[in-house]
């Protein structure tokens, strides 16, 4: 990437974008065993590679790989929601059966069973 001075506006600014999906692209791939920033992060991405052909039909190889990475760092994210939501299933019965759990927890740790969130009780 090469700021010369005879390149537009419009050229440099989407060297700028395609570099920044690349960089976003990256991050949402290494995030991929969170749940919600690879989604974040692929979709920025996305959006970044496609605004950076600046209306043009092609996008330059910066642009490209921020756009692959972008949605496999995407499909990452859907892939472990996925996977959270069905092991929230099974190992608990659902959301009820979650926050039973936590409930049960907190009580053998020492918090008070009428009001588990008011933490200001127990200082």
Known sequence: MDY??????IEMRSAGMS???LVLGIIG????CC?????IFGSLAIILALLSRGGEMHMNSYAKA??????????F????LIYS?????AEFGGIDGYLHY??????EMGYPSSNPYDVYDML
Not at 4 to 9: A, D, L
């Open 102 to 107: 936590i409930e049960e927890l907190m009580e």
């Open 66 to 75: 921020g756009l692959a990475l972008g949605i496999i760092g995407m499909a």
């Open 29 to 32: 791939l290494s995030m991929g």
């Open 4 to 9: 010369e001075p005879n390149k537009s506006y």
């Open 77 to 80: 994210g859907a892939l472990f």
């Open 85 to 89: 939501f069905f092991t929230l299933m």
């Open 19 to 21: 570099v920044a999906s």
């Open 35 to 39: 749940i919600y920033p690879p989604i």
